[in-house]
């Protein structure tokens, strides 16, 4: 089976970092996505990592340790339009790839 | 370039009717997903087509079905409507299926409402 597991809600202060973590379970990994949503809107893509270790990408980053089952997104200087769910996803290579959402975080950033 | 487009962007329908739904992928991708995401809870799978063929298909009822066309457009039929099919349907699309470093990009999603 797979299970993704992420904080449901999270609150932080703007210009401040957050680090949003997901646990996930699955025999078959092919890498991990983050995505945001805000309220209303399509998801949007963010970060993919299959190997371990840390993508850079302007304020956001994304880590991963396959051995562990884990990966978090880190938000720097955080913005008010920050303010959104965070998906973590996974491709399992034993379910043809499909890529399996968790239920998402929802981040509200305070002024 | 164009995104993935869906229409329509909102419907209302009542139990018992029938529904279809349209995804244009973005130009030169070939394969398209469908999601199901009801309010507060992340995507859920629904189909995957590649090159016309289903390539997967979560745990849906028979109810749901989906086809895609030459030109890699998409549609998502739902039968029967239950209230409990009321959500947000995302259509994503990718160049490929079953590369390590393909992405899906999502449309703007169909809201369904059944009444």
């Known amino acids: 089976g797979q299970n993704i597991d992420q904080p449901t809600e999270m609150t932080a202060t703007e210009g401040a970092i957050v680090q949003i973590n997901c646990t996930y379970q699955?025999?078959?990994?092919?890498?991990l996505f983050w995505y945001q949503q805000h309220a209303g809107e399509a998801p949007t893509f963010l970060s993919y990592?299959?190997?371990?270790g840390l993508e850079e990408k302007g304020r956001f980053s994304s880590f991963l340790s396959r051995s562990k089952g884990y990966s978090y997104l880190l938000l720097k200087e955080l913005q008010m339009k920050d303010s959104a769910s965070y998906l973590c996803?996974?491709?399992?290579?034993?379910?043809?790839?499909?890529?399996?959402f968790g239920k998402g975080t929802r981040l509200h950033i305070l002024p | 370039d164009a995104g993935v487009t869906q229409s329509p962007t909102h419907l209302i329908k009542t139990r018992g009717q029938h529904v279809t739904l349209r995804c244009s992928p973005i130009?030169?991708?070939?394969?398209v997903s469908w999601y199901q995401q009801v309010l507060g809870q992340g995507p859920q799978f629904i189909f995957q087509?590649?090159?016309?063929?289903?390539?997967g298909r979560g745990n849906f009822p028979d109810r749901f079905s989906a086809r895609q066309f030459p030109n890699y457009s998409s549609e998502l039929n739902v039968n029967a409507l239950l209230l409990g099919d009321s959500a947000l349907y995302l259509c994503?699309?990718?160049?490929?299926?079953?590369?390590?470093?393909?992405?899906?990009?999502f449309g703007p999603g169909t809201r369904l409402t059944v009444l």
């Open positions: 990592n299959v190997l371990d």
């Open positions: 087509y590649y090159e016309k063929e289903e390539r």
């Open positions: 994503a699309s990718s160049l490929v299926t079953g590369a390590s470093t393909d992405t899906q990009y």
């Open positions: 996803a996974v491709r399992d290579w034993r379910r043809d790839d499909k890529i399996i």
């Open positions: 130009s030169g991708h070939k394969s």
């Open positions: 699955t025999s078959g990994f092919n890498g």
